[in-house]
């Protein structure tokens, strides 16, 4: 069985500093992982996906993960934040078709 | 490309009615349609999987008489609230998988529920 757990249900950086935000991740076969983020009232936008080949993902919007087997992780980063990255983010491991999400990590991005 | 629609966006119901939430892949075609609940400060929590022609699979502890999916075309899958309580109010977002695309799911931007 797959599952995902999120460090951190809320995360609050300066506007300018590093992004993290941790995911790990069990699953019984090789995983696809995936984050999310969601604004207020909408769905989730895909920021990037690992399935195979190089562990370090780049998505949208300047963020990255990094797929660590031996840490069962897949932390995601941002080199400097923005004040439009404040909002909702969750991962997930794809299991049997289904999507797993984690409980999601509330990223707040002060002035 | 890969867009999802629900309509509606928001609805304010009575107790007691049934509500009908549509869920549409625009560009593509989608085999599979996932439901999902999510409540205030909390993760998606996978309903029911959605497959076009067939009968849809209720996770646990979901009750398939009180929402229905309906899956008809390879576009469109709705959900029904039958017979609404406010306990029912929520965020449902569906999402939708191309047939041709492999695991990545599509998102539709989510309605909210409300039941007085």
């Known amino acids: 069985a797959q599952s995902v757990t999120q460090l951190g249900s809320h995360v609050s950086v300066s506007e300018g500093a590093l992004v993290l935000l941790r995911c790990n991740y069990s699953?019984?076969?090789?995983?696809?992982l995936f984050w999310y983020v969601q604004y207020p009232n909408q769905g989730l936008q895909l920021l990037l996906k690992y399935t195979t080949g190089a562990t370090l993902v780049k998505g949208i919007n300047g963020f990255e993960a990094e797929f660590k087997k031996s840490e069962t992780s897949f932390h995601l980063t941002k080199p400097s934040a923005h004040m439009s990255d404040a909002a909702e983010y969750f991962c997930?491991?794809?299991?049997?078709?289904?999507?797993?999400f984690g409980q999601g990590t509330e990223l707040s991005v002060k002035p | 490309g890969a867009v999802v629609s629900q309509h509606p966006s928001r609805v304010i119901c009575k107790s007691g009615t049934s509500v009908k939430i549509e869920c549409r892949s625009l560009?593509?075609?989608?085999?599979?349609m996932f439901w999902y609940r999510q409540f205030p400060k909390k993760s998606l929590m996978l309903m029911a999987t959605?497959?076009?022609?067939?009968?849809?699979?209720?996770e646990q502890g979901v009750e398939k008489d009180k929402f229905l999916i309906n899956h008809a075309s390879l576009t469109l899958s709705t959900l029904t609230v039958t017979s609404a309580h406010p306990e029912d109010s929520s965020f449902y977002i569906c999402?939708?998988?191309?047939?041709?695309?492999?695991?990545?799911?599509?998102f539709g931007p989510g309605t909210r529920l409300t039941v007085l």
């Open positions: 560009d593509f075609q989608a085999t599979t």
């Open positions: 999402s939708a998988r191309d047939r041709w695309g492999g695991d990545e799911q599509f």
């Open positions: 997930a491991v794809s299991g049997r078709g289904k999507l797993i």
């Open positions: 959605s497959n076009e022609g067939s009968k849809a699979t209720y």
């Open positions: 699953s019984s076969v090789p995983p696809y």
